[in-house]
């Protein structure tokens, strides 16, 4: 078990293969992500260790907790702190730096982090309703939900209804998704597909739970066995 990494969303663009295949991609950008502290417990087969990214240089975007709490951990303050479950035997100690080195080629990682947050939206954008009739016998209820519940029995509506409210803004996962490249000179990792989060959002990337093997990414041009004669 390895300890994952805190990336920033710069966007997605795409990334050509030799052979011509376009994937898209998106782009992260891993600062110097610090390792603040490791603590090991002998009564557990793992141990957890503190990491640290975007580094806070002006003294006065800090309060005094957050001072006393990095000044008692003997390390620099850090924006944004998450803490992983490692082995004992990975040789990770205090002060050590994760860069993009830290993944290869090929491999598939789990990306998580908040999705976009949209605000108050309909039952259609919500929970993608197909809608009432634009025609005959709808008035004024296109985009509407429909009935939410029964008369006096049971007289309520059920908890769970899917109606409109907020929509996005919440913490989400994606696995397996494969590193397409790895850039050590400008420290940015090219994931294939979408991530969680708007430009700009902070995400953590690890290892992933469900694929451990590394496979090619560079995917061959399907034949056209069907070619006119």
């Given at each position: ?6 990336a920033?969303?710069i966007g997605?663009s795409?990334f ?5 295949l376009?994937?898209p991609v ?8 610090k390792?603040?502290?490791?603590t090991?417990?002998p009564e557990?087969d793992t141990?957890?260790?503190l990491?640290?990214?975007c580094?806070?240089k ?7 907790a957050?001072?006393g709490?990095f ?18 035997e ?7 730096s ?17 999705s ?7 039952a259609m ?5 197909g809608?009432?009739r ?7 209820s296109h ?5 939410t519940g029964?008369?006096q029995?049971?007289?309520k509506?059920?908890k ?18 494969q590193v ?9 990792i090219c994931v ?17 739970i469900?694929?451990?093997s590394?496979?090619?990414?560079d995917?061959k ?9």
């Open positions: 078990m390895r300890p994952g990494i805190i920033k969303k997605m795409n050509y293969t030799p052979n011509g376009n994937i998106t782009i992260l950008h891993v600062d110097d992500c390792v603040i502290e490791r090991e417990k557990l141990d957890k260790i990491l640290g990214a580094e806070i002006k003294e006065n975007k800090t309060n005094k957050t001072k709490f000044k008692k951990k003997s390390s620099v303050p850090f924006k944004y702190i998450r803490e992983f479950s490692i082995d004992k990975t040789e990770v100690k205090a002060g050590d994760l860069k993009v080195d830290h993944f290869q080629e090929g491999q598939f990682i789990d990306v998580s982090g908040f976009k947050g949209k605000g108050f939206a309909g954008k919500r929970h993608n309703f809608g009432m634009a025609t005959h016998g709808v008035s004024i985009r509407a939900h429909g009935s029964q008369c029995d049971p007289g509506v059920f769970g209804k899917k109606m409109a409210g907020h929509l996005g803004d919440e913490h989400k996962t994606l696995q397996s998704l397409v490249k790895v850039d050590t000179k400008n420290n940015i294939k597909g979408s991530t969680p989060g708007a430009r700009g959002a902070w995400l953590v990337v690890e290892d992933s469900k694929q451990k590394v496979k090619d990414f995917i041009i399907p034949v056209d066995s069907k070619k006119k004669k």
